[in-house]
């Protein structure tokens, strides 16, 4: 069974712009996680998608915003970019958030903003 | 709100030394407990989890138990080898009738000499 998947691996952008980063889940899960993660700030939630329904929430400005699709694959996007959102961000997946038991992670897309 | 606090790293140990790596949490309820992996430019593993109070999880020759009395969860290994050298993330499971999401300690990083 293939892995989470995203997409682009790394990626570039300078502020003010916007970006869109992709995960495909393992077939089958239905929940996608995303997950920033920065030497200061460490992991942090950023939202959780079921069946194309943001269930979860965490922390962000709203620059920062998702969407999944029926086959559950899922995107981030970040608009205004700012030089605090490089980052390495993960998305995860899981059959069910309901049972909680265990996420699995893709290899993440890094994004450095200059 | 629920967090997770792991000892600061990094820890560097020689090969076939004595692995532990603390974590102690503080949560609501009783949330399943997790141990993550990440090597240099990748995502996340799971290592290891456990779902209520005394159980024990192990894999590769890691283990955690579960002790609510003391909220840890630590971990530990009898004889690190160098292939052992990553970042490992202790990790909890937030549910709320809004979803689910994980939330992580800072990270310890591990090296270990041949």
């Known amino acids: 069974k293939a892995g989470v998947t995203q997409t682009p691996r790394y990626l570039i952008k300078t502020r003010g712009q916007q970006v869109t980063l992709s995960c495909s889940p393992i077939s089958g899960h239905r929940s996608v996680s995303w997950y920033q993660q920065t030497p200061g700030q460490g992991l942090q939630f950023l939202f959780e998608?079921?069946?194309?329904?943001?269930?979860n929430k965490g922390n962000f400005p709203g620059r920062f915003s998702g969407r999944q699709f029926s086959n559950s694959r899922s995107e981030m996007n970040v608009s205004t970019l700012e030089l605090g959102d490089s980052a390495l961000y993960l998305c995860a997946s899981s059959l069910d958030s309901g049972n909680y038991n265990e996420q699995f992670f893709g290899p993440g897309t890094r994004l450095t903003v200059l | 709100g629920n967090s997770v606090t792991q000892m600061e790293g990094p820890v560097t140990l020689s090969e076939e030394a004595f692995l532990t790596i603390n974590c102690t949490y503080t949560?609501?309820?009783?949330?399943?407990l997790f141990w993550y992996v990440q090597y240099p430019g990748e995502g996340l593993q799971l290592l290891l989890k456990a779902t209520k109070a005394d159980d024990k999880g192990s894999n590769k020759g890691f283990e955690a138990t579960y002790r609510k009395e003391t909220t840890s969860f630590h971990l530990e290994k009898g004889s690190v080898q160098v292939s052992d050298s990553a970042v490992y993330f202790c990790a909890l499971s937030e549910l709320n009738n809004q979803g689910g999401k994980l939330i992580f300690g800072q990270g310890t990083e591990l090296s270990v000499k041949p």
């Open positions: 998608y079921f069946s194309e329904t943001q269930r």
């Open positions: 949560a609501t309820g009783y949330p399943s």
